[in-house]
């Protein structure tokens, strides 16, 4: 079992629709959550970062993690074509290396 | 807003030969990594370096992999004798607490290995 997995994509979706991206992990020792974007050939991004369990939102931006399923999302709100990228899940634990552990990244279109 | 610059963009070498990717971390940070992505897959983590030594690294960089510090601004990444398989997008990353976010990326260097 891998120990990050997400779908890879491409999705498609129309300006204005919610959008929802979303991880499942294995390892139980993970305690941060991240969501990156990445246009092509660029490095990525950060845009929300959660801890443990719970909500967080900016802007048209929610990350929710419940480690109890092992599950975390982001939802883009009111998308526009400038959304249009590359979004990554990473993970770390506590501690560590902090090295991040990431998803293959979903493929992100929104159309006008 | 501060970024982590790469250099070069792209490096084109033969197999076999040793290169060194270049990067300026953001000045006040104190966590350095690099990761790389190979075409169409996940990006990787390779190495964490923190007080002038390494603290983590993955099963991916093995002795032909080097990293270093060598004054005050830079953090290198050098591949002694690269292989075809070495192909792929390098990033540079630094953060200013070791809790695992707030990383921020460079750019990347694109190493071709013909």
């Known amino acids: 079992q891998k120990e990050v997995e997400q779908d890879p994509g491409p999705l498609s979706v129309p300006e204005g629709a919610i959008v929802s991206l979303n991880c499942t992990y294995s390892?139980?020792?993970?305690?941060?959550f991240m969501w990156y974007r990445q246009y092509s050939r660029k490095g990525p991004e950060l845009l929300m970062y959660t801890y443990s369990s719970g909500n967080k939102e900016d802007g048209r931006f929610t990350a929710q993690v419940d480690k109890s399923s092992k599950y975390i999302s982001l939802f883009i709100r009111d998308s526009q074509p400038s959304d249009s990228a590359t979004y990554l899940c990473?993970?770390?634990?506590?501690?560590?290396?902090?090295?991040?552990?990431f998803g293959t990244g979903t493929q992100l279109k929104v159309e006008l | 807003e501060p970024e982590v610059t790469q250099t070069p963009s792209h490096q084109v070498t033969q197999m076999g030969q040793e290169v060194i990717l270049r990067c300026v971390p953001i000045s006040n940070h104190l966590y350095f990594y690099w990761y790389r992505q190979i075409l169409g897959q996940k990006v990787e983590f390779l190495v964490s370096?923190?007080?002038?030594?390494?603290?983590?690294k993955s099963e991916i960089f093995d002795d032909q992999f080097s990293v270093e510090r060598p004054d005050g601004s830079n953090f290198t990444l050098k591949i002694r004798s690269t292989k075809l398989e070495d192909s792929a997008m390098y990033f540079c990353?630094?953060?200013?607490?070791?809790?695992?976010?707030?990383?921020?990326f460079g750019s990347g260097t694109r190493l071709t290995v013909v």
């Open positions: 990473a993970m770390s634990r506590t501690g560590g290396g902090n090295k991040l552990t």
């Open positions: 390892n139980s020792a993970f305690q941060y």
């Open positions: 990353a630094s953060s200013d607490e070791g809790s695992g976010y707030g990383y921020t």
């Open positions: 370096f923190y007080n002038n030594e390494i603290s983590e």
